[in-house]
């Protein structure tokens, strides 16, 4: 009868509320350790995409310029470059330069940019 009378001095300590609560207490604080390690692994897929993403955007960057010396290794390739960034001709040949009308300035530019600052104002209500 003594091994009865000790599984039920057991079960009472294992049932009480207090080991009940510890139990409970110590559930909570291992949830809250999980749920950190969780929201750290989230945020690293998140960072690990960054720089997958990153990584893909330099690599593109880098065969367009590895291209682009190539390109420029050449006697033609130089001469474009030089005749896109400046506006150079051989001898014989004219520069050509086009201008867009709205970036026109002057007298026969539009009359909106004529306009005082009261008069574009009550043209807001007019609406002419």
Not at 47 to 52: A, G, L, T
Not at 89 to 114: C, F, H, M, T, Y
């Amino acid at each position: 009868m003594l091994p009865f009378q000790e599984r039920k001095k057991f079960r009472k300590i294992l049932y009480s509320k207090a080991s009940i609560l510890m139990l409970f207490v110590g559930f909570m604080l291992v949830s809250r350790g999980a749920w950190s390690v969780h929201q750290k692994a989230k945020i690293a897929r998140i960072e690990r995409d960054e720089s997958v993403r990153i990584l893909a955007e330099l690599q593109e960057r880098n065969t367009a310029l590895e291209v682009s010396l190539e390109r420029l290794k050449s006697d033609k390739g130089i001469e474009d470059e030089v005749r896109q960034k400046y506006a150079v001709a051989r001898p014989g040949e004219e520069v050509v330069v086009v201008v867009d009308e709205s970036s026109k300035k002057g007298k026969n530019g539009d009359e909106a940019l004529q306009k005082s600052f009261w008069q574009r104002f009550i043209s807001l209500f007019t609406g002419e």
